[in-house]
C-alpha cells in the first residue's frame, strides 16, 4: 500500500497536535504505587507496575504527550492470553475513571472507553435501550470489547466493532484523532484499519456505537445428536436470531441453546422431572471426598471443576465426566423468557486456557456446510488422540464486519467461532503447568491444525502464539504511532514491532 503523506492524510481528522498537549501538562493524573496485574484465568500477570488512571480527556491526553516511554492500556484483564498487559517498563494506563455515557440520541450511544459493558447496559436500560451485540460476559471494558473485534452469537449479527460509528483516539504521533464509518477515502481506510487495533495505536478514549431497543428472549435448550446437529444446522442458523451449539467430546450430545425475540408466551416443558444436576453431583459423591451437602450446593460449573480436578489430565476419567455433563443437558432442556442481556450473559465455567478460530462460512456458497464439516474434524482428532478434552466445545456464528483486523473481516460473509477449551481447576502450580502444556501443546497445535485447511483466524484476546502478516497495520501503526510506543512482548512477538 502506498501511504498518503501525513501532512494530507490526516488533516481532517486531526483534533489536537503534541505542542498544544504539553500545554495542558499540568492536569492531575493520579498514579497508583507498584501493583502486580493478573488476568482473570490467572494464566498471565505483570510485576512491579505503576498504573496511571486518567479521568479525563485533557489529563489522558497529558499523559501521553508528557511520556516518552512505552504506554499499554490495560482493562478489566478478562483476555486470556494477557492482551493488555504491560512490560515493567511501560506506563500503564487504566481507564476505569472514563466511564461515562457523553450523549444519548438518535439510537447512538457515545460513551467513554473505560466503562464496563455491564455498567453501559444498566445506564442503556433506563432508556428501554440495550447493545445490539452480547458476549458470554459484560464484565470487560467498552474499550476492550471493540478493540479485539468481540462477537456474541447469531449469523445476521456481526461483531461489535460493526455497529462503531466513530471513536476518539490519542495517538503518540498526532494527539487526538477523530475516526468516522462516514469518512471517506484514506480516512475511511484509517477507521477500518484502527477500529480494531489492540491498543497498538494509542489509547481510545470514547466510541459512537449503535444501539437498539430492549427486548425479551424466549430461549429453547434441547439436546441433538452429532448426526441430528449436522442436519440440522443450516435451519438453525436461518431460524433463530441467536443460536450456539455445544458439542461434548467422546458423547454423542450436541446442545442447542436457540433463542429469538418475544413478546412471552406460556413455557411448555422439555426436560425431565428432579434434579438435571443429580448425574454430575452422583459422580462427585462416589469418586470425591466432599461432603454431600457441599456437593448439593454447588452449580454445574462448579460441579464440572470438582469432578475434573479428581484426575484432570486423564482421558478415561475426563470422558467419564464428558458422559454426566452430557445427561445433565439432556435432563436440563426446556425453555426460559427473560431479557437478552440475561440470557445473552452467560456462565462460562473457572478459570480456564480457551483457543477461539473464526472462519467463514457462507451459507448458500462455496463455504456452506464447512462449520459442520470443521466441528466433525475437530471432534474426530480430539478423540483420536485420545485428549483429556472436557466439554463443551462451542460454536457460534456471526456476520461480518469492514474492520480490517477483525478475525470476521467481510461485510459479506457470515463467519462461524469455534472454542476449545481446557480448565485450570486447581491451584497447584505443578498441575496448572501440565494442563497448561497439553493445552497449549497437544491441544492447540490440533485445532490449528484442522483450522487451517478452513482458513481460519484465531480470535486476538486468545491467541498466544505465531505471528501474522499485517503489513496495513504496521504501516499505519508506524504513521500515527512512529516511535512504537504503544506495543507490549505479545505485539512485539505477532505483529514483529
Not at 477500518?192 to 437498539?212: A, H, N, R, T
Not at 406460556?266 to 453431583?281: N, T
Not at 456437593?295 to 486423564?314: F, P
Not at 464447512?370 to 482428532?381: I, V, Y
Request: net charge negative.
Amino acid at each position: 500500500m502506498s501511504l498518503i503523506p501525513v501532512t494530507t492524510a490526516l488533516t481532517v481528522v486531526y483534533v489536537g497536535d503534541r505542542d498544544a498537549l504539553m500545554e495542558d501538562s499540568s492536569s492531575a493524573c493520579p498514579s497508583s504505587d507498584s501493583e502486580t496485574l493478573q488476568n482473570w484465568s490467572g494464566t498471565h500477570s505483570s510485576d512491579s507496575i505503576k498504573v496511571y488512571s486518567p479521568s479525563t480527556l485533557s489529563s489522558l491526553k497529558s499523559l501521553l504527550s508528557s511520556t516518552t516511554s512505552k504506554v499499554r492500556c490495560v482493562g478489566s484483564g478478562l483476555s486470556p492470553n494477557g492482551l493488555s498487559f504491560p512490560s515493567s517498563s511501560t506506563t500503564c494506563v487504566n481507564l476505569s475513571d472514563l466511564n461515562t455515557i457523553l450523549n444519548l440520541e438518535n439510537n447512538i450511544v457515545e460513551v467513554e472507553a473505560g466503562m464496563t459493558v455491564h455498567d453501559l447496559l444498566v445506564e442503556l436500560s433506563k432508556s428501554n435501550l440495550t447493545l445490539p451485540v452480547l458476549a458470554s460476559i459484560s464484565e470487560q471494558t467498552v474499550g476492550g470489547f471493540v478493540n479485539v473485534s468481540a462477537h456474541g452469537t447469531g449469523i445476521g449479527v456481526g461483531p461489535i466493532d460493526a455497529f462503531v460509528e466513530s471513536f476518539k483516539i490519542v495517538t503518540p504521533g498526532f494527539g487526538l484523532l477523530e475516526l468516522a464509518r462516514t469518512d471517506s477515502g484514506y480516512q475511511r481506510k484509517l477507521f477500518d484499519i484502527m477500529l480494531v487495533g489492540l491498543g497498538c495505536f494509542g489509547v481510545v478514549y470514547s466510541y459512537k456505537i449503535k444501539v437498539v431497543s430492549s427486548y425479551n428472549l424466549l430461549q429453547k435448550q434441547f439436546v441433538l445428536t452429532r448426526k441430528e446437529a449436522v442436519a440440522r444446522m443450516e435451519e438453525l442458523k436461518k431460524d433463530y436470531k441467536h443460536m450456539r451449539m455445544m458439542w461434548v467430546p467422546y458423547e454423542d450430545c450436541v446442545v442447542v441453546v436457540a433463542s429469538n425475540p418475544s413478546d412471552g408466551v406460556e413455557l411448555p416443558k422439555l426436560g425431565v422431572d428432579g434434579d438435571p444436576l443429580e448425574p454430575m453431583k452422583r459422580l462427585l459423591k462416589e469418586k470425591g471426598s466432599q461432603d454431600s451437602k457441599l456437593v448439593d450446593g454447588l452449580g454445574m460449573g462448579e460441579l464440572r471443576d470438582e469432578l475434573l480436578n479428581i484426575d484432570v489430565l486423564n482421558p478415561e476419567w475426563v470422558k467419564k465426566v464428558n458422559a454426566a455433563e452430557a445427561r445433565f443437558w439432556k435432563n436440563n432442556s426446556g425453555y426460559v423468557y427473560d431479557s437478552n442481556s440475561k440470557l445473552l450473559n452467560f456462565d462460562c465455567g473457572g478459570q480456564q486456557h480457551v483457543l477461539e478460530l473464526c472462519f467463514e462460512t457462507t451459507a448458500g456458497g462455496v463455504k456452506q456446510g464447512a462449520d459442520a464439516e470443521f466441528m466433525l474434524r475437530l471432534l474426530q482428532e480430539i478423540e483420536s488422540a485420545g485428549l483429556p478434552a472436557p466439554g463443551p466445545i462451542e460454536q457460534r456464528w456471526s456476520a461480518g464486519s469492514s474492520a480490517t483486523m477483525s478475525p470476521a473481516f467481510g461485510e459479506d460473509g457470515d463467519f462461524c467461532w469455534v472454542g476449545g477449551i481446557m480448565y485450570l481447576t486447581t491451584d497447584d502450580a505443578e498441575i496448572r503447568n501440565k494442563i497448561t502444556d497439553t493445552f497449549s501443546g497437544t491441544y492447540s497445535d490440533l485445532m490449528l491444525k484442522v483450522g487451517k485447511g478452513f482458513g481460519a483466524k484465531t480470535h486476538w484476546a486468545k491467541r498466544e502464539s505465531g505471528t501474522v502478516e499485517a503489513d496495513e497495520f504496521n504501516q499505519i501503526r508506524k504513521l500515527v504511532d512512529p516511535e512504537g510506543r504503544c506495543g507490549n512482548e505479545w505485539t512485539a512477538k505477532v505483529f514483529g514491532f
